[in-house]
């Protein structure tokens, strides 16, 4: 996909099927769905996956349903996690992937939030893909029962 399309998608607002995104439990994966304003039939498919060993692990995925590319990923991970870049540069943490014509979605970018949990993390990384209406109850994690 050329950067021109690629730029299209993620500048372009989007709005959620569902009222209400819920963070997975551990071990598990929740799945909405978006789509384009300008073009209703443009989908996208948001994956929440949680870690089972370690449930504060968490990705976030923005998947463009048409070609199947993952547009913006989000690696909510230990401070002492480190990803390599493929310009050998090492970013340690929470890390954002945003999808380029040069790089695919190998490349990172540091991701601090003010109050990081996992609902703000979620939150903020609609904002970015560029999600629209979305307010306090957007979000949420859901108790787990033992």
Avoid: W
């Avoid at 372009?12 to 439990?25: D, H, S, V, Y």
């Avoid at 992937?97 to 109050?115: G, L, P």
Wanted: aromatic share 10%; charged share 35%; proline share 5%.
């Amino acid at each position: 996909m050329k950067e021109e399309e690629i730029r299209k998608l993620l500048d372009g607002f989007k709005r959620l099927q569902e009222k209400q995104i819920e963070i997975p439990n551990p071990a598990e994966r929740n799945e909405y769905e978006a789509y384009l304003i300008e073009e209703f039939k443009h989908k996208f498919k948001i994956i929440l996956r949680r870690g089972n060993r370690q449930p504060d692990k968490l990705t976030y995925l923005a998947l463009d349903k048409e070609a199947r590319l993952p547009l913006m990923r989000l690696d909510v991970v230990p401070d002492n996690h480190a990803h390599k870049n493929p310009d050998g540069e090492i970013i340690y943490g929470t890390h954002l992937h945003v999808f380029t014509e040069q790089y695919q979605d190998r490349y990172a970018t540091e991701f601090d939030i003010n109050n990081p949990n996992l609902v703000n993390y979620c939150v903020e990384f609609l904002r970015r893909f560029k999600v629209i209406e979305l307010n306090k109850n957007s979000v949420v994690e859901m108790p787990r029962f033992c």
